[in-house]
């Protein structure tokens, strides 16, 4: 394979091809069912050949364009599983894998980087690349004091790919929207766009993963790799084993994937309130399962989630914003006419829209469901129920939620949680989610001083007019 595309031209015409290419293949299908094909198998063969592209196409671009798929590929639970099939073997491949850069491009940027003795940093150094990604792709080797670990090389030209591809893709966000019931497209693309500074800045990449791998050090449940050496498109981190997420998805136990998914949320609500950060890109490619000691036969409990990738992060100094846990507590003990303000507030429901706080909360309910129990089993067929009652322009919570508005502050908090909910489905795992809000989520439960009622004022002894005269 080539360098990584630089040209917008180049980029843009292959980005281009995809709209064209699914029009391109309805019209070989209509072709297959004149010919005598059933229609079902001429729709399992397009979708098969579609997905095949999508993935061809992204994959081999990466940038910006992968970004898109691998954020796309957390949101297949909410497909038909007709249509889910075929694309997710496709879209998976993106979380962990895409065709490498030549060896001679990672040595120049190791070289330019590092220095021209670069080999003297480390005892090994793999050439094939352990992992590819959106805008680098991971070796694993030895440091020169022996420790395993990955090293991140960032693709040159990845910024102008970047922003190159995501432009591209938000002219053609209403033709891929169809592909995730419920969810516009084109928000998801701009907030994309919005933080690609970040992304390629392995500085701030650095600190945040330093951060998280102080705060859960000797943590029994998480490990996050520590920082081993940084520079401009290069980071070195500690290597560490485990199951990928997705092939825990793919061919776990259900033991397997009930750790990983509790473990999952927990990380998800713990790291806010911990590090005051939030790992903004829970694709399955950024999680492993780890075993918990050296005893193979130590339970689930002791299995432990290893963390991956921080160049998109959240800053809450805070934590996750207490209105969140208030509403969703309110929202459970029905209290409309409270939720309602506090959403108002918020700027969830603009001044110029009057709502009826009991529709509103009617909405809310099916969607929070997995607090109101002690442990939920999520399911694709849940996350699909969801998005179709939601996407189902005749049903009232479409009507609802179009009249709804999305703080640019809540905007990654959001996207995160529906990814997270969305690879908790695709585990098909139960959850004890109530644990983790009442640990860990601002509001969620009602302190003292929110449940004791206000005293009432005391009241002023009653006077006698006629005593007051008399003592005078």
Known sequence: MSDLPRKAVTRTARLAALPLGFAGRATWGLGKRIGGKSAELVARELQQRTAD????????????????????????????????????????????????????????????????????????????????????????????????????VQYPGAGE?????????????????????????????????????????????????????????GDPDVVVPRVVHQSEQVLVTEWIDGIPLSEVIADGTEEQRDRAGQLLARFLFSGPARTGLLHADPHPGNFRLLPGGADEEDGPESWRLGVLDFGTVDRLPGGLPETIGTCLRLTLEGDAETVYELLREEGFVKESIDLDPDAVLEYLLPIIEPAEVAAFGFTRGWMRTQAARIADPRSPAHQLGRQLNLPPSYLLIHRVTLSTIGVLCQLNATVRLRDELEEWLPGFVETELEAEPEAEPEAEPETDPEAVLGAE
């Not at 993935?55 to 970004?67: H, P």
């Not at 995501?166 to 766009?193: C, H, N, V, W, Y």
Request: proline share 6%; charged share 25%; hydrophobic share 45%.
């Open 161 to 217: 790919a970047l922003l190159s591809d995501l432009t591209q893709l938000s002219r053609f966000a209403r033709l891929l929207g169809p592909l995730i019931p419920g969810m516009d497209i084109k928000p998801l693309i701009t907030e994309m766009r919005d933080r690609v500074s970040e992304e390629l800045d392995y500085a701030l990449e650095a600190h945040a993963q330093q951060e998280h791998a102080e705060v859960f050090a």
């Open 53 to 152: 592209q999508l993935f061809k196409v992204l994959g081999e671009l990466k940038g910006g364009a992968m970004k898109f798929g691998q954020a796309l590929s957390v949101f297949e639970s909410a497909l038909p599983e007709e249509v889910a099939g075929p694309y997710r073997a496709a879209l998976t491949k993106l979380q962990d894998a895409a065709p490498p850069m030549p060896t001679r491009t990672v040595h120049a940027v190791l070289e330019e980087r590092l220095g021209e003795e670069w080999r003297e940093l480390f005892l090994e150094f793999e050439e094939k690349p352990a992992a590819a990604a959106s805008i680098g792709q991971v070796h694993r080797a030895v440091w020169h004091d022996g420790r395993e670990v990955a090293v991140k």
